[in-house]
């Protein structure tokens, strides 16, 4: 099976834009959560779709959504960006939501803002 | 509330050693725990899991890790350390039965692994 595929890979963007990144899971798995990494947070949670409806969100600003689709590809939208976004974006997805699944992780997107 | 904590920052270990990378929880119930490993520009690998059963759980690439529910710690273990080990390595915990509560990750370890 294919792993998760995170597109693009890079991005170099200035502050005020806005950024949209995509992850398309591995095949049969319907949940999507993405995180932010940064050296000084390590991964902080942002949100998790299942099922195109979001189950859980982190503590991050409403600058920051996500959604998802019926093929379970996931998106994830950053508007108005600031300096401090810039960070590695990971996604995960995993058969179900939950309990014991493990997650599966894509290469993540390296956004620098300047 | 859950939580993870891995006291170390940074582990050295000489090639051919023994392993171990410290990870201690706090969840209201049982747990369940996970070992990742990030290498550098990669997304996180899953290596191993503790759902219930055996304390002692094995994983990938010769990877293992020990439940302690006593000292709520889930500690991860190589009899002998390779090179290709030296990489950052983060444990996660979810309650178990909690629902959809996301995954909580530690602030991960880097192992460095000297020849």
């Known amino acids: 099976k294919a792993g998760v595929t995170q597109t693009p890979r890079y991005l170099i963007k200035t502050r005020g834009q806005q950024v949209t990144l995509s992850c398309s899971p591995i095949s049969g798995h319907r949940s999507v959560s993405w995180y932010q990494q940064t050296p000084g947070q390590g991964l902080q949670f942002l949100f998790e779709y299942f099922s195109e409806t979001q189950r859980n969100k982190g503590n991050f600003p409403g600058r920051f959504s996500g959604r998802q689709f019926s093929n379970s590809r996931s998106e994830m939208n950053v508007s108005t960006l600031e300096l401090g976004d810039s960070a590695l974006y990971l996604c995960?997805?995993?058969?179900?939501?939950?309990?014991?699944?493990?997650?599966?992780f894509g290469p993540g997107t390296r956004l620098t803002v300047t | 509330a859950q939580s993870v904590a891995q006291p170390e920052d940074q582990v050295n270990v000489a090639e051919g050693n023994p392993l171990t990378v410290k990870c201690t929880y706090s969840v209201s119930g049982n747990p369940y725990l996970f070992w990742y490993v990030q290498y550098p520009n990669r997304g996180l690998q899953f290596l191993l899991k503790?759902?219930?059963?055996?304390?002692l759980v094995k994983g990938s690439y010769g990877f293992e890790a020990e439940f302690n529910k006593s000292q709520t710690s889930f500690h991860l273990k190589k009899p002998s350390a390779l090179v290709s080990d030296s990489a950052l390595y983060f444990c996660a915990v979810r309650a178990a039965n909690s629902g959809n509560t996301p995954l909580v990750f530690g602030k991960g370890t880097r192992l460095s692994v000297i020849a």
């Open positions: 503790y759902i219930t059963g055996d304390n």
């Open positions: 995960a997805s995993s058969f179900s939501s939950g309990d014991s699944y493990e997650q599966y």
